[in-house]
């Protein structure tokens, strides 16, 4: 969750950031979407990852499966 939070004040920051530049509105239009893009994606992995983790509390998946598909979502993920 800490990442989660990390990754979404920096995308703000990122974003807001170019407000003083000469980029003009399409430009800050598109790191706007940008950061809201890679938010939604952050977010998506994260819920990946607690679902995962539950399957394998209640042990629907055993350790090898885990470990896996842990991978399979750090690798899509920006934040590692």
Do not use: D, W
């Not at 790191?31 to 394998?56: K, T, W």
């Not at 896996?68 to 690798?75: D, G, L, M, S, W």
């Amino acid at each position: 969750m800490p990442r989660l939070m990390i990754s979404i004040l920096l995308l703000s920051f990122i974003s807001l950031s170019g407000c003083s530049s000469n980029m003009g509105s399409a430009g800050l239009g598109a790191v706007g979407g940008a950061a809201a893009g890679a938010a939604g994606y952050e977010y998506n992995a994260h819920r990946q990852m607690q679902q995962l983790e539950e399957e394998y509390r209640t042990g629907r998946i055993n350790r090898e499966e885990y470990e896996a598909r842990k991978k399979q979502i750090e690798q899509g993920s920006i934040l590692k």
